[in-house]
């Protein structure tokens, strides 16, 4: 299995970023997809699901300001946010539900002024 995030950067607050990941090595459009992210010093936190058949859920601290979307002809799930705040900054993950062992490198976003 390999999971690969990309998009993360550094944003100002309130800015948007998109981030993808890139699913190899499993039957994507049969698993529910996740992102989750991990903050300095703090456990792992799931930020919002897919299922296989579109249906979406998310964290309380992430709704109305995130949104996640899969392709499964491209094996591929995005996290798109906006109104990003400085305590989004993490290193964000994606994985199936439940999860695989391996999690891949995330993606660090950092949001500062």
């Known amino acids: 299995v390999q999971l690969q995030a990309s998009g993360g950067g550094l944003v100002q607050p309130e800015g948007s970023l998109r981030l993808s990941c890139s699913v190899s090595?499993?039957?994507?459009?049969?698993?529910?997809m996740a992102w989750f992210r991990q903050a300095p010093g703090k456990q792992r936190e799931l930020v919002a699901r897919?299922?296989?058949?579109?249906?979406?859920g998310y964290a309380d601290f992430v709704k109305g300001r995130f949104t996640i979307t899969r392709d499964n002809a491209k094996n591929t799930v995005y996290l798109q946010m906006n109104s990003l705040k400085p305590e989004d900054t993490a290193v964000y993950y994606c994985?199936?539900?439940?999860?695989?062992?391996?999690w891949g490198q995330g993606t660090l976003v950092t949001v500062s002024s």
């Open positions: 994985n199936s539900i439940p999860p695989y062992d391996c």
């Open positions: 897919v299922t296989s058949g579109g249906r979406t």
């Open positions: 090595g499993v039957i994507f459009g049969l698993k529910t």
